[in-house]
Structure formats: structure tokens, C-alpha cells
């Protein structure tokens, strides 16, 4: 059988994914400058000799062709850049560029990909339709390598019936897979606010236009869009994590800087929102005599797992892992730009779990701690191969 072949191929390729994954963290780079990410793996791919292109500069497009003349394509997606974090772990593949550190797994998406492309490249005169690998860059920073990818056409030539992408998760067990179907992830969108007033003395308030006054107004006020505004049954966040007014104990400043995060699960309360927080920040602002600048940057879509693909690919990895290791999502208000994959093509986002408490592996994604249980990589190159090859038709 197949996944038999292809849990023999895991098992051979795993200690040189677990190496690539070493190197992939101990050098890491940031959104859109993944430049030495991206030799490292067009040089395993050439190994194989899997033809592959670049898109979105520094992102790598490789096609596994297998026999044939079915003309079905799967697409498979993994991130490949950093975070700006200095890491604090004490292990040999400790990251060496000092500020930058793989704090979100993307060394594991990378090197499990390269895993599953040599497993795929290994069985290619086993199977019909054609495999499409996308090493993505700049998952971690708008405006997204997978909206840039889109743009510059990697769903395109060949067009793929579905894309796959998957992400670990120290929440779930080492061995363990989990999966949602329908709407999983949040939309975000990035808040930046400027209150200006009149500065001065703070012993002559009267004299001034105190605008660190009215930001917190402005931030205390804007909670009730989501209290009052946006319907019960609908996740929203609105939270705001930088609050700058550089003035003194005694000096009220000019302006005050606010910057924040706003997620929501639709697209048209998302709009509405947008609306009601600038109009309620200005006009607080200009009722307390100052003004209000309200500038949102509007981040990735929400995710969304096409529920008859998810739910195939969600018994194809109880097939290949065993029923008691596939595990249900709750919806997720943490973003992921695949989300633009998921706007335009049937796609699954499935989570691999890597939390290991011995192993101290259960710190969360985007902290100087975490780290990954590498067992992991024992199944997440085998599965992802098993579950394109099962969406081919084989």
C-alpha cells in the first residue's frame, strides 16, 4: 500500500528533516528577506531534481509531476519567515542572528515540506496528477507573501483544485493533528491613532488641550463597539497594546500615539466596525477640542476551511495517524494570511500538535521560549504526502 511506502519514506528522511529544521532555526530572517531560507531550499529541491521557480522575490514554487496525464493538481504551503524576537533558549541550533528568531514554527513548516517533496519526488511513478510545493515568504508582516503569491499567479499554471497548509501547535500533544471545518481563524486589521491637542504645563491643565486626557476616552469608549455594537454571537477583539504620550510629570505633550489590533470573524460587521471606531475616536476627540487621526491598515481576511475538502482530509489523517490522534479546533482569534488562499481556492489549514511538557515544548508561538517536540516531524512530512495524494484520487 501506499501509505505504508510512504511511512518508510517518513521514517528514512527524518533525521535530515530534523537537521534541516536546525539549520532553518539557527539562521533565521525576517518577512521578505528570507534570501538565504530561500538557497538553502532551492539547493534540496535541485538535489532531487524538482523543477522549481521563484515568486514574490525570495519565495520558491516547485512541481512534482507524477505519472500519467491527469491534469488534477494539489497545492501544499509552507511559511518560511522569522520574528523579530531574541531568543532565550539554550539549545545547539539556538538562533545565531541576534533579534531574530523561527518563534512562530516556520523552520518546521519549511524543512517538514522539503520532507514531504522528497517523499512525493520518491513515489512520483505511483501516482497521477501533478503536486505543487509553495515555500512562502512573509507570512509574519503585511501586506502577506501568500497576497503577493496570489497576485504574481502561484495558483495559476497549473491552477491547483485545493491548497493545503498546516501549522504547529504547542497546545496539542507531540503525535496529535487537529482540524475545523468552516470559519477557523480571524480577520486583523492593524489600529494607528494620533490624538493631537495643545501641550503645556501640567499645573495649568486649563491653558491646554490635554490629549492624553482624551485617548483614554477615545480607548475606553471604543470597547463598546464590540459590547454594544457588534452581535453576541460574532468574536470580535479590539485591543490596544502601544500607548505612547512622551511628555513628563509635570508636561502635558502635543499628541499621543495609540496603536491596536482589531479581529472579527465577517467581513461586512468587520467594515461596519471600521466605521463606528473612527467616527466615535474623532468625534470624542474634536468634543474635548482636540482632533483624532485614524488610520487603519487593513490586515489578512478570516480563515476559512472548505468544509467537504477539511472534512476528506480530516479521515485521511485518521487513515494515516489513527482516530484517537485527530482532534477538533475551537475558532482561533489569532490571524494567518493562508486566509487569502482560503478567499480564493478550496483550502484546509490543519494544526500539528508539538507540545511535549518533558521536553518543555508547550510555550506558546511568538515568545523568546518557544520551541518545537522535533518528534513531530516523525509524521508531518508522511501525513501531508498521504493527504495530497489522497485528494489526487490515489
Not at 522575490?57 to 488534477?72: A, D, H
Not at 496528477?129 to 497576497?147: D, W, Y
Not at 491637542?197 to 491646554?208: L, R, S, V
Amino acid at each position: 500500500m501506499i501509505k505504508e511506502q510512504i511511512k518508510q519514506l517518513s521514517e528514512s528522511v527524518f533525521s535530515e528533516v530534523v537537521g534541516f529544521r536546525r539549520h532553518l532555526h539557527a539562521n533565521p530572517e525576517l518577512s521578505f528577506k528570507e534570501f538565504e531560507t530561500s538557497a538553502f531550499i532551492k539547493a534540496q529541491l535541485d538535489r532531487w531534481q524538482i523543477p522549481y521557480t521563484a515568486c514574490a522575490n525570495t519565495g520558491v514554487v516547485g512541481l512534482i509531476k507524477g505519472k500519467g496525464n491527469s491534469e488534477k493538481v494539489i497545492a501544499l504551503r509552507a511559511d518560511m519567515d522569522a520574528l523579530p524576537i531574541n531568543e532565550l533558549n539554550d539549545k545547539p541550533y539556538t538562533s545565531k542572528n541576534a533579534g531574530v528568531m523561527h518563534a512562530c514554527g516556520h523552520d518546521v513548516h519549511s524543512s517538514s515540506l522539503l520532507g514531504t517533496a522528497f517523499i512525493l519526488n520518491a513515489l512520483k511513478d505511483k501516482f497521477e496528477g501533478t503536486i505543487k510545493l509553495i515555500f512562502q515568504p512573509a507570512e509574519e508582516l503585511l501586506p502577506g507573501g501568500a497576497s503577493i503569491m496570489i497576485k504574481e499567479g502561484v495558483l495559476e499554471n497549473p491552477k491547483p483544485a485545493a491548497i493545503i497548509g498546516q501549522h504547529v501547535m504547542p497546545l496539542l500533544k507531540t503525535g496529535t493533528v487537529g482540524f475545523r471545518s468552516g470559519i477557523y481563524m480571524a480577520s486583523t486589521d492593524e489600529l494607528y491613532v494620533t490624538v493631537t491637542g495643545k501641550g503645556g504645563h501640567g499645573a495649568q491643565p486649563h491653558q491646554n488641550i490635554d490629549p492624553v486626557l482624551i485617548a483614554s476616552h477615545i480607548i475606553i469608549a471604543l470597547q463598546q463597539i464590540v459590547s454594544r455594537h457588534a452581535d453576541p454571537r460574532l468574536p470580535s477583539v479590539l485591543s490596544f497594546g502601544k500607548v505612547i504620550a512622551n511628555g513628563a510629570t509635570n508636561v502635558i505633550p502635543n499628541e499621543v500615539k495609540i496603536e491596536g489590533t482589531f479581529r472579527t470573524l465577517n467581513e461586512e460587521w468587520r467594515d461596519e466596525a471600521h466605521r463606528r471606531m473612527k467616527k466615535m475616536a474623532e468625534g470624542i476627540a474634536e468634543s474635548m477640542g482636540g482632533s483624532c487621526d485614524f488610520d487603519i491598515h487593513r490586515g489578512y481576511p478570516f480563515l476559512v476551511n472548505e468544509e467537504k475538502l477539511t472534512d476528506a482530509t480530516r479521515q485521511h489523517a485518521e487513515d494515516y495517524l489513527g482516530k484517537e490522534q485527530v482532534v477538533d479546533l475551537d475558532i482561533w482569534m489569532a490571524a494567518e494570511d493562508f486566509a487569502f488562499y482560503s478567499q480564493v481556492t478550496d483550502a484546509c489549514f490543519y494544526r500539528l500538535g508539538t507540545g511535549n511538557e518533558e521536553k518543555q515544548t508547550m510555550y506558546s508561538v511568538h515568545t523568546p521560549t518557544f520551541d518545537v517536540d522535533e518528534d513531530a516531524l516523525k509524521i508531518s512530512t508522511g501525513l501531508m504526502a498521504y493527504l495530497a495524494l489522497k485528494q489526487l484520487g490515489n
